[in-house]
């Protein structure tokens, strides 16, 4: 019986490549399904047989602890220097998408706290 090994849903596409090249060079059978058009499922990767799930999930652990570190590394070296995303950067790139997404939070609260603010 099919085994879900990976939900690919917000997973980016770099990762779900390295899995499936992972999965390729231990030899383990798999197979993918994809994402729904209208986004009720986001696709998987499933092992194919029930003799593959353990060594499957042994691998995902050790290449999942190994991104991680990979992944916090690059961050690390990113904000050293100083070119890692922050509120500011961003502010810098898309001043009107940042300005726009605020006056929207803005009036939301506004909205919301009007009847709370209002003397009878």
Same mark, same amino acid.
């Not at 047989?49 to 999942?64: G, S, T, V, W």
């Not at 001043?95 to 939070?105: C, D, E, R, S």
């Given at each position: ?9 917000? !997973?980016? &596409? $770099?990762?779900?490549? &390295? +899995?499936? $090249? ?14 729904? =058009?209208?986004?009720?499922?986001? *696709?998987? #990767?499933?092992?194919?047989? $029930?003799? $593959? #799930? ?11 602890? &190994? ?11 990113? +904000? &050293?220097? *100083? @070119?890692?995303?922050?509120? *500011?950067?961003? #502010? ?5 998408? +940042?300005?726009?997404?605020? !006056? =929207? !939070? *803005?009036?939301? =609260?506004? #909205? @919301?706290? +009007?009847?709370?603010? @209002?003397?009878?």
């Amino acid at each position: 019986m099919a085994h879900m090994l990976l939900n690919l849903r917000h !997973v980016p &596409e $770099d990762e779900a490549r &390295e +899995v499936r $090249d992972l999965l390729n060079e231990h030899q383990l059978l798999f197979y993918e399904t994809e994402p729904s =058009l209208w986004g009720i499922s986001a *696709g998987a #990767i499933w092992l194919s047989r $029930d003799e $593959d #799930i353990a060594p499957a999930r042994e691998l995902m652990a050790e290449y999942q602890r &190994e991104r991680s570190e990979r992944k916090r590394a690059e961050y690390r070296e990113e +904000v &050293e220097a *100083g @070119t890692a995303a922050s509120f *500011g950067s961003r #502010i810098k790139q898309h001043p009107i998408g +940042v300005l726009a997404t605020l !006056v =929207l !939070v *803005g009036g939301l =609260l506004f #909205i @919301t706290l +009007v009847p709370f603010l @209002t003397i009878a």
